[in-house]
């Protein structure tokens, strides 16, 4: 079996990392002759990521399966992954090896550090995409709505989304007080926006749509939002080289905001 991957910025492969680490412990790579992917849960099975690097994205890319074998896993511990990327700087270069058991991680720049890390083998099953039917597509700055959960933060742990026929609404309502926020073509705080069927509502968790945007704003500057009354919520961001991080998030259903 052999595994290499190299991505040109280390900077933005640790802000991929800590985006599915805000959520995930640890999970398996899968690698295959078309990229690099992975697809998680979080622990309270509310929140999925999924992610995929097409093999394009990297610098040098080989993967070879054992014998009789497509795919290749790699068990990691994002904690441990998290800390060791930490230390990179955005002008180092990073190449990641599988090695008899072990993850190599080596930071390439003025100087070359390596790391060693233990692979873990982790059972269970693989996910497939949630199969949902959004009715609201809204595109936007990943910090407009990071901006928006935070003011939503001050009042609720709920949001509800509401996609209308030309506005995108969030609303957030406690004993602490309402917040309201609008988005529109019209005013340019949404680059892209198709709705059917409106109005479209759910409700979901805060601090999960904080997790997921934290880290991921700063991998992507844009976000696509897709929705549908009571259905998961999904946020897209798009990586360089024709990767793609998305996140799906369960409704609150029982919420009324």
Known sequence: MVVKFAFP???????IVQSLAALITEANFIADEEGLRLRALDPSRVAMVDLFMPREAFDEYVVEAEEGEEK???????DELNDVLKRG?????????VEEGRLKVVLSGKAERIFSLPLIDIAGEEYPTPKVEFKVLAKMLSDTLKDAMNDAKLVSD???????????????????????????????????????????????????????????????????????SNKPLSLSFDITGGGVLRFFLAPRVEAEV
Do not use: C
Request: net charge negative.
């Open 9 to 15: 910025d280390a900077r933005e492969w640790k802000y």
């Open 158 to 228: 709920t949001v509800r989304f509401v996609g209308e026929e030309e506005l995108l609404k969030l609303f957030a309502r406690s004993d602490k007080g309402e917040v309201e926020a609008r988005f529109s073509l019209d005013a340019g705080s949404l680059l892209e926006y198709e709705v059917n069927d409106p109005p479209q509502n759910a409700s979901y968790g805060v601090d999960y749509l904080l997790d997921m945007l934290k880290k991921a704003s700063r991998v992507s500057d844009i976000v696509t939002v897709e929705f549908s």
């Open 89 to 97: 700087k955005s002008d180092d270069r990073v190449v990641l090896t």
């Open 72 to 78: 290749v896993k790699i068990g990691v511990n994002f």
